[in-house]
């Protein structure tokens, strides 16, 4: 981690104006308004300032590296970056090695600045605190309760991340070798293969999910561990070593370390990624889990209503529309005390 400062030379008015910046972390990076202007490739007087005073100091090119790689890993659906800009961002990397300092000149103040769109949406990204964290080998994607979202992980392969969820892996993988994350929590996996068709390896609790290109579903919870296999075929190793490989179609429910293969809805198990909550005669206890899980919330049910059974598809991505729902059936009663969520029959 860098904590220099340094200084860069700018020309404002004929005025030579000394700038400093003091760069200790990649989220300030980030938010560097001539990095984003030179990330996205705008060709502002912004993107060409921070080019010339990254030749100049050479000692920040790793923190520079990392705040790319954070940036790759991130989804934008409203203007997306292109892996043509990431990459070129890369060349402009390495381009900004010691170098003489030219004249630098500021553009007016009518210049294009399309790019400031691009970069308020990474900031806000950054501020919503759905960001990869973690030390010098390790990086973490993190959701929210309430959240889900969407990652590009190095190699091309896509991940969703349900709410209360966490991803960790390596900073940088081996081409030739395992490409290896953690999960606890709840992902849906689209695995890319690759050239070398090297394994990609998903570890989850005790057990172990071995791909090279596929879709799958993987559930990673304190007492809780499923697979459902969308596409492609993988292998699952379990605790004792034994190997069990899963055809599309196929949930596999790991039972006291065993697992027991059965034929689950796709569509109830799916229905997260659609921002969906799918009930199909399922005990009230067993949805109260479900809420508390997915919103951090502490669910109290009444005893008269612990066994009943409710079926219908509630939106997961606003606790209190979901609420209001199950309220709407007339058969609950809904009190909210902060934290705590009372559920109780009618008086």
């Known amino acids: 981690m860098i904590v220099t400062k340094d200084k860069e030379p700018t020309l404002i ?13 990649f989220e300030e990076v980030i938010a560097d308004e001539g990095f984003l202007a030179w990330y996205l490739g705008s060709g502002s007087a912004p993107a060409t300032n921070w080019q010339e005073w990254l030749s100049q100091n050479p000692q920040y090119l790793p923190l520079v590296e990392e705040s790319i790689l954070h940036l790759k890993a991130l989804h934008i659906k409203d203007k997306p970056v292109s892996s043509q800009q990431t990459e070129d961002a890369h060349k402009r990397l390495m381009a900004s090695l010691p170098a003489a300092a030219p004249v630098i000149k500021m553009g007016s103040k009518n210049r294009n600045r399309w790019w400031l769109s691009a970069a308020a949406a990474i900031i806000l990204i950054i501020g919503g605190a759905i960001l990869w964290k973690g030390s010098d080998n390790e990086l973490k994607l993190n959701t929210a309760y309430g959240q889900v979202s969407e990652y590009k992980l190095p ?28 999960i606890e929590g709840e992902a849906f996996f689209h695995v890319k293969k690759t050239t070398t068709k090297n394994r990609f390896i998903v570890h989850a609790g005790e057990l172990d999910i071995i791909v090279t290109g596929t879709q799958f579903n993987v559930v990673s919870r304190k007492g809780e561990n499923n697979v459902l296999l969308k596409e492609g075929s993988i292998t699952l190793k379990m605790p004792d070593g034994k190997l069990v490989k899963m055809v599309p179609g196929e949930y596999v429910r790991i039972d006291n370390k065993l697992p027991r293969i059965e034929v689950a809805p796709e569509e109830k198990v799916l229905a997260w990624t659609q921002a969906k909550l799918v009930f199909e005669n399922t005990p009230m206890t067993e949805a109260a889990k479900i809420i508390s899980i997915h919103y951090g919330v502490k669910v109290v049910l009444d005893k008269s209503i612990e ?25 609950f009663q809904i009190t909210r005390k902060g934290k705590e969520i009372v559920i109780s029959i009618p008086k």
Do not use: H, Y
């Open 13 to 25: 008015n004929n005025k030579t104006i000394v700038v400093t910046r003091n760069f200790s972390s």
């Open 155 to 182: 190699d091309g392969s896509e991940v969703m991340l349900n709410a209360n969820s966490n991803l960790s892996m390596k900073k940088t993988w081996d081409v030739t070798g395992d490409r290896e994350v953690w």
């Open 307 to 331: 066994e009943k059974k409710i079926s219908g598809i509630l939106p997961n991505d606003n606790l209190e529309v979901l609420l209001k729902a199950l309220e709407a059936t007339l058969d």
